[in-house]
Each structure stands twice: as structure tokens, then as C-alpha cells.
């Protein structure tokens, strides 16, 4: 037992004294390089910068450039086309009303007006959205509607032109298109942009035809609930409205991954900002008594050169506490600028180090 | 930037600095935990060697036992060495023999008994000796861990105090006490970790031991209950 237990204490030496030297005297830690705890993220002001993993490494983070898109002119003709065409585009995304789906066929029935062009009304699409809203508006002024059908019966024969496809939205939309004859502008702004505002406030007699239209359309989702009640209520539920998408991330550089540091940005961070002030403490003495006047403030700016040196002297200014104290308090600060000079900050950072304005209690510090 | 490095008050944070600059009760615990360790090591190699040897010892008398030698003989040439395992049992057996038909024995269920009885105290004996000192293992390795832990405990309490006390939450001021504090639990657990597994393997190994001697003293428990019927069947 003897030997196992002084080979048992040799081997323990060996180790503690390999320990020992081993551990003696460990790295500190280069603040320099090591990047710092991006707590600047939950400031305002994000410092941190998402890169594009695909480009090649450069000094900053750059994301790839979006181009701005073009923006164009508001059609002036019809539809949602982005310029003018003759013809009205395929809509790429289905119209939003979703009750009004059935609406059609059933105003067909009890709608005053006969319908002039029965091969119209099969591939009726949904209502645009414009129909709903200016709807209720439409009801007293029914009695305008027999008048502009004769017409529209009457127009509807040259149906052939290029504005007749925009017929098919609804049946109702017959009287629209006639409209479209005289005034397209006018009838193309609702299908483009609903703005009903503008509609409602119009008062021509051509107008009201345009609101008029809409009046069977409102009728027609109670009826349509009823009759498949689970079916339409999942169709109100899905959300048949395109993604518009979230902001772009924008630059103007050309794109790049980014240094190794993401987090740098181009503000101290706050430690470094803490090191700069210990450092300026540290070599500040200050004055006897101080400790007695908690509410003293050291106010000390400066400016700095690229290489860290001061930029003219630095000011230094002062409140509370007793005068004589402060002003010893104030010298003593400007020496310990003046000491703690070469600032060695990181030069990537020079625009937030240029000008330094830090605020001291000489009083309530340590 | 090594210009705002040194603002950082420096403190000693080599093995032995931490250590020196511990409380008292940490201090305890790792010199507590050093010596527990130094005796775990101990007791690991004393062990190892241990069960080596009593296995060779244990081949070589097996050998020597099933050699068709005579038993009085083997008797004979041990009785006067100092025995440890089989040799053990086996002397511990003939000298109940021997006693017995000197006194002129009479009953051979008696007899067989006796000798029995007398094996059995001999196994576990060595037995005992097997085992010894690895209830010490177990202990370090299951309360090791805790009384390093305790140290820990004891550590960052006083740093945080120390917190209180300078009214400075930097990191510098904390950092040493909490990694002295740390190094408490991390030689809890040095001294933990091997005894556990030396533990569970030296166990293992002294049941196997005990296992072969416990087949051995049956088997010669056999042989001597022929032997007994031999002798004894004539006169009786």
C-alpha cells in the first residue's frame, strides 16, 4: 500500500506542477480582435449587417443591390397593366370578392334587366372589388339603370372592339363597357386601383350607371351563404390576396460577404467606449474631497487625429460641488486625457472617434 | 489596444493564484478533494497490482491443486508459507481435516461441517480483503462532484459579496472569483470521475475473484466429503 500511495503522490505532483506552469500565465484576451457581444442590435440603430454568402469576401457587409423597379406611368387605357396595351392582360391574381363568386347566375333570375348578350354571362368572374364597396350607394339611384341598358343594348352590338372582353367580369359590367365607349378612363381607374372614394363622389349621370351596376352583386351573398354555408365560409377564410412582400434590403455597393466581423459597424462599441473612459480615469487623480460632492459633473471633449493623437486640447468643463474642488477636478482631467493619449481605437471606427464627449462623476466613482 | 487593456486591474489567475487567493472554506475543500484524489490513485494502483497478483496466484495453485499431487503433500509445502486466496481456503480446510481425524473423528456429516464452516470463514476472509478500501472509491465518486460543488458555492458567494461590497459589477472584479471558484468543482471532479469508473471495474474484478474462490471451496469441499466417506465407511 505504501508504494501505491507514494506513486499515487508523485503522479499528482507531476500533474499539479505541469498545471501549474501550464496555467500560469493565460492569453488575455485581445479585445482587438475578438468581436464584441452584438448588443448594439437591441439599439435603435442596428449595427448589424446581413452580407450576400454567394460574394466574395470584402471589407464590408453589402447585400446584393435590388434595382429599384421602374415605376411607370398609371395605365391610361384599362386593366392592371403596367403600361398601356390595346388589349386588356389576363389578371395574373384572382379579383378578391369571394361571395359574390355566384352572384351572377342568381341576379340573372330576379334581375329587372334582360340581358342582351346571354354568351357573356357563362365565364362571368368574380365581381371586382370595387363592386362591393360602392355598393350601397347604388340603391337609391336604380331607377336611372333602364335608360343606359337600352343604350347599352343598342351599343353592345359592336361588341368585337377591344374593350369588350372587359365585359366578362360580370354581367352587370355590360353597361360599364358601354360606359367605356365615351369615357375609358373613367371606367378603367375602379378595376385598377378601388378607390371608391372617388367613385361615390362622382355625380355624373354616366357614373351613377357605374355604381348602379353593383346593386345585385350585394344581394347576392346571402342567398349564396345559405345554400353551401361550410364552402363559402372556407373560401372567406382563405386568403386569396397576392403577398405584396416585405421592404428590400437595399444597397448601392456591389454585393460582398463581408470581414469577419459583421457585427462592426461603424460605431465604438460599448465596451470600447467603456475602455476609453476607464482609461481616462485610471489616469486621472482625482482631487482630495471629491467623494463629498456626488453631484459633480466633469464634462471633457476632445477631438482625435486618425494616429490617435488629440486633435487642439481638450475641453473641459465643469458644474456642482465646490469651486475650488471642481477646478482642481477639471485640471486633473484635462492631464488625464492628455496621459492616456495615444488612443488606440480601431481605425475602421474613426468617424465615431473622431469627437469624444465623455461625461465623468468624479464624486460618485470609484 | 493594449493601451486600454491594462485599465483592466490585473489580477493573478495562474493554478496557484486562484488557489491562494481563496476563501479558507474553499481552500478546505481543495485540499480536501486533492488528498481524497491522491488516495483514490492509491487505492486504484495498490488494486490493480492486488488483483494481478491474486489472479496469478490463483492460476499457479489451480495448476499445483489438479497436478494429481497429493494433498497432504501440498499441505505440507504451504502450511508453512503465508497463503492468501485459494491457498487460504485450502489450508484453512485441511487443518479442520486434519484436527479432526487426529482427535478421531466419528461422524462424517459432522466432519463435513466442520470443514465447511471452516471454508466458508476463509472465503470470506480473502474475500473481505479483496474488496477493502473500494468502498473509499465509491464515496469519492459520488460525493467528489458535491464537495467540489460546495466549494463553488462558497466561491461565488464571496465574489458576488465582493460585488456588493466594491459596488463594481465589472466583469473584472467577479472573474477571478468565480474561475477560483470554479477550479473547486473541476478537482471534485478530477477525483471523481476516476473513481467512479475504478470503482466499477475493481468491483467487477474482486466478484470474479471472489467467484473462483467460492468454486474452488466447493469443489474441494467435494473432494473432501468422498475423501471422508472413504475413510470413515470401514470402521463404521
Known amino acids: 500500500m505504501r508504494t501505491s500511495v507514494t506513486s499515487s503522490a508523485i503522479i499528482h505532483a507531476v500533474l499539479l506542477g505541469w498545471g501549474l506552469l501550464s496555467?500560469?500565465?493565460?492569453?488575455?484576451?485581445?479585445?482587438?480582435?475578438?468581436?464584441?457581444?452584438?448588443?448594439?442590435?437591441?439599439?435603435?440603430?442596428?449595427?448589424?449587417?446581413?452580407?450576400?454568402?454567394?460574394?466574395?469576401?470584402?471589407?464590408?457587409?453589402?447585400?446584393?443591390?435590388t434595382e429599384k423597379p421602374q415605376t411607370k406611368q398609371d395605365a391610361q387605357i384599362i386593366g392592371d397593366a403596367e403600361t398601356d396595351v390595346e388589349t386588356k392582360p389576363i389578371p395574373t391574381t384572382k379579383p378578391k370578392v369571394v361571395e359574390a363568386a355566384e352572384a351572377p347566375k342568381q341576379?340573372?333570375?330576379?334581375?329587372?334587366?334582360?340581358?342582351?348578350?346571354?354568351?357573356?354571362?357563362?365565364?362571368?368572374?368574380?365581381?371586382?372589388?370595387?363592386?362591393?364597396?360602392?355598393?350601397?350607394?347604388?340603391?337609391?339611384?336604380?331607377?336611372?339603370?333602364?335608360?343606359?341598358?337600352?343604350?347599352?343594348?343598342?351599343d353592345s352590338k359592336p361588341a368585337p372592339t377591344p374593350d369588350a372582353p372587359k365585359a366578362e367580369p360580370t354581367p352587370q359590367a355590360e353597361k360599364p363597357a358601354e360606359e367605356a365607349f365615351k369615357l375609358p378612363e373613367n371606367v378603367a381607374k375602379p378595376e385598377d386601383k378601388p378607390k371608391p372614394a372617388q367613385a361615390q363622389t362622382a355625380t355624373t349621370p354616366e357614373r351613377k350607371?357605374?355604381?348602379?351596376?353593383?346593386?345585385?352583386?350585394?344581394?347576392?351573398?346571402?342567398?349564396?351563404?345559405?345554400?353551401?354555408?361550410?364552402a363559402d365560409q372556407v373560401a372567406d377564410l382563405l386568403n386569396r390576396e397576392k403577398a405584396s412582400g416585405g421592404g428590400a434590403k437595399r444597397s448601392t455597393d456591389q454585393a460582398s460577404l463581408g470581414a469577419t466581423k459583421s457585427t462592426g459597424g461603424s460605431k465604438l462599441s460599448n465596451s470600447e467606449i467603456e475602455q476609453v473612459r476607464a482609461l481616462i480615469q485610471g489616469n486621472w487623480n482625482k482631487p482630495v474631497g471629491a467623494q463629498d460632492y456626488p453631484d459633480m459633473i466633469v464634462r471633457v471633449q476632445f477631438r482625435l487625429n486618425q494616429d490617435g493623437s488629440i486633435d487642439g486640447a481638450p475641453e473641459v468643463s465643469g458644474s456642482?460641488?465646490?469651486?475650488?474642488l471642481l477646478r482642481t477636478a477639471i485640471?486633473?482631467?484635462?492631464?488625464a486625457v492628455l496621459k492616456s493619449l495615444p488612443f488606440n481605437l480601431p481605425q475602421d471606427k474613426y468617424q465615431d472617434w473622431a469627437k469624444n464627449d465623455y461625461t465623468f462623476h468624479p464624486g460618485a466613482e470609484d | 489596444m493594449e493601451n486600454l487593456a491594462v485599465a483592466v486591474q490585473t489580477s493573478d489567475v495562474s493554478l496557484w493564484g486562484l488557489f491562494w487567493q481563496a476563501g479558507f472554506i474553499v481552500k478546505l475543500v481543495m485540499i480536501g478533494l486533492l488528498g481524497a484524489s491522491i488516495w483514490t490513485w492509491a487505492i486504484i494502483i495498490d488494486k490493480v497490482l492486488g488483483y494481478g497478483r491474486a489472479k496469478r496466484a490463483f492460476d499457479r495453485f489451480e495448476q499445483i491443486f489438479w497436478s494429481g499431487q497429493s494433498l497432504e503433500e501440498l499441505y505440507r509445502n504451504l502450511?508453512?508459507?503465508?497463503?492468501?486466496?485459494?491457498?487460504?481456503?485450502?489450508i484453512a480446510a485441511m487443518r479442520e481435516w486434519k484436527k479432526s481425524f487426529e482427535k478421531g473423528a466419528r461422524s462424517p456429516i459432522a466432519l463435513q461441517m466442520r470443514i465447511d464452516k471452516a471454508m466458508d470463514v476463509a472465503l470470506s476472509r480473502e474475500s473481505d480483503i479483496l474488496a477493502a478500501r473500494l468502498g473509499f472509491l465509491a464515496t469519492i465518486g459520488s460525493a467528489g462532484p458535491f464537495i467540489g460543488l460546495f466549494g463553488t458555492v462558497i466561491g461565488i458567494m464571496t465574489s458576488f459579496m465582493g460585488i456588493a461590497g466594491s459596488k463594481s459589477t465589472s466583469l473584472a472584479v467577479v472573474a477571478p472569483g468565480i474561475a477560483e471558484a470554479l477550479l473547486a468543482t473541476a478537482i471534485g471532479l478530477v477525483a471523481a470521475i476516476p473513481a467512479v469508473i475504478a470503482y466499477n471495474k475493481l468491483s467487477s474484478d474482486a466478484g470474479k475473484l471472489t467467484a473462483r474462490m467460492e468454486s474452488f471451496a466447493d469443489e474441494f469441499s467435494a473432494i473432501l466429503s468422498r475423501q471422508i466417506d472413504e475413510k470413515l465407511a470401514p470402521r463404521s
Open chain 1, 23 to 65: 496555467f500560469s500565465s493565460p492569453k488575455p484576451m485581445d479585445l482587438a480582435n475578438s468581436e464584441s457581444l452584438p448588443i448594439e442590435i437591441i439599439s435603435d440603430t442596428s449595427q448589424l449587417q446581413k452580407g450576400d454568402t454567394k460574394a466574395p469576401k470584402a471589407e464590408k457587409a453589402t447585400p446584393k443591390p
Open chain 1, 107 to 154: 341576379s340573372d333570375v330576379p334581375a329587372v334587366k334582360p340581358d342582351p348578350k346571354p354568351e357573356l354571362q357563362p365565364e362571368t368572374k368574380p365581381v371586382p372589388v370595387l363592386a362591393t364597396e360602392i355598393a350601397p350607394q347604388a340603391k337609391p339611384k336604380q331607377d336611372v339603370a333602364p335608360d343606359p341598358i337600352t343604350a347599352a343594348i343598342n
Open chain 1, 209 to 230: 350607371e357605374v355604381k348602379e351596376t353593383p346593386k345585385p352583386t350585394k344581394t347576392a351573398p346571402t342567398p349564396s351563404k345559405e345554400k353551401n354555408g361550410i
Open chain 1, 320 to 324: 456642482g460641488g465646490d469651486p475650488t
Open chain 1, 331 to 335: 485640471e486633473g482631467a484635462r492631464r
Open chain 2, 79 to 90: 502450511g508453512d508459507k503465508r497463503t492468501t486466496g485459494m491457498g487460504s481456503i485450502f
